[in-house]
């Protein structure tokens, strides 16, 4: 299903590609992805996503800034050479507003707990899911969310969950 399918009045969690789409204006699910965030913004429907996916948020557009700045740094490398020059890092300031960003969006951001990670590892039996995606749907079921808003083509791996892709 596209996202622009997802019917007014829905609760839906949100996977960090959606936010990450929105922030990247070059990206060609930008339009889609910020639609959808609109929808979010003026109560059409209802956000969700756990402090994991800010994070994973925040992190991702901070190595896109980075990238962006240091374009003689192989991407391969880019990791690693942030690390080695935090002064770099220091002055990275996207990123650093992305919380507050989110926030602006009317998006519930729920707890990422031990207890949810420690139940998540089921997932990874259950359908080979990776750590983060694992998370992604434990965090689904506790909260009793059965759609997702994710680019993220494992998720149509998982039963009793309705995935929503952006449009192109």
Do not use: W
Not at 1 to 9: A, N
Not at 11 to 23: E, G, K, T
Not at 111 to 131: M, N, R, V
Request: with cysteine; aromatic share 8%.
């Amino acid at each position: 299903m596209r996202l622009s399918d997802l019917p007014e009045g829905t609760r839906v969690f949100i996977d960090a590609n959606i936010f990450i789409y929105h922030f990247s204006a070059s990206s060609r699910f930008n339009s889609s992805c910020t639609d959808f965030l609109e929808r979010v913004e003026f109560g059409a429907v209802h956000g969700v996503t756990s402090a994991a996916i800010v994070q994973e948020t925040i992190h991702r557009i901070m190595v896109e800034e980075a990238f962006l700045a240091l374009p003689d740094i192989q991407p391969k490398n880019l990791i690693k050479y942030l690390k080695d020059h935090p002064d770099t890092v220091k002055g990275l300031e996207v990123n650093r507003g992305i919380p507050a960003r989110i926030a602006q969006l009317n998006v519930e951001v729920i707890p990422t707990t031990l207890a949810l990670i420690d139940q998540s590892q089921a997932i990874k039996t259950e359908y080979g899911f990776l750590s983060n995606d694992a998370l992604i749907l434990q965090t689904m079921r506790d909260r009793g969310l059965l759609h997702l808003a994710s680019n993220d083509s494992d998720f149509e791996r998982a039963t009793n969950i309705t995935l929503y892709k952006p449009d192109i």
